[in-house]
């Protein structure tokens, strides 16, 4: 079986990043045999991994990012037997169950480009490295302690003659439309506030509600009380 191991980036003051993930898709990742790690600098030495929290030793701030990632990398390739590393952002929404597919590619680098004909994987939207790409990254980043770390991985990969597969399933900027649905199959979307919001819906098999903000005097509610519970059954 494949196994792919989830990094996202993330930072100690963005817990409801984190939280957020942790609600909509870490447990599917889980339940389908992946690994889930939240990478966060400022250990004091490191790696150290304290149940889903990777924590680097490095500072914890933006300019960081490269050294995190590649914290990730090489943590991965020394401490786990995963094929495949897939790198994204706290702020990105996942179907898990549809990033097999991915893998099934056979290919060393595969993502989404920040923008067309960028030729790199956006880091938001994800991307996946083979075990060979996530140490050549690895070995590249050593030498870039601060900058824009998918950019770099991109420039790095593709020096080493490791091109990236290019799928229109990860979505570097997503909205209502362009974002995982059950009738669509898109695997990831970066920093959008629907899919968070409709995963209960749409994914978690929960019922929607149905509400209203009480206006004027006893007649209005009534009224608003009784239109609340007609919209009802129309939702089950």
Known sequence: ??????????????????????????ADALRANMDVVFLLGGADDGPRREGLNLLLPCPDDYESLTQKSRGLFEWALAQTDCDFVFKC?????????????????????????????????????????????????AVGLADHPQGV??????????????????????????????????????ISAHAADDP??????EFAEKLPFVTCEPMGRLGNLLFQAAAVLGYRPRLQ
Do not use: F
């Open 149 to 186: 770390e998918d950019l770099l991985v991109g420039e790095i990969l593709k020096s080493a003659g490791i091109e990236m597969t290019r799928t229109d399933d990860l979505i570097a900027y997503a909205n209502d439309s362009a974002r995982p649905k059950p009738t669509n199959s898109i």
């Open 196 to 201: 968070w919001k409709s995963h209960a819906v």
């Open 89 to 137: 952002d706290d702020d990105t929404y996942l179907r898990p169950d549809r990033l097999l597919r991915l893998a099934q590619l056979s290919a060393d680098y595969v993502g989404a480009e920040w923008t067309e004909g960028s030729g790199y994987g956006s880091g938001g939207a994800g991307y996946l490295l083979s075990r060979k790409a996530a140490k050549v990254a």
């Open 1 to 26: 079986m494949t196994k792919i191991l989830i990094g996202a980036l993330a930072c100690h003051a963005y817990p409801e990043r984190r939280r957020r993930c942790l609600e909509a898709w870490v």
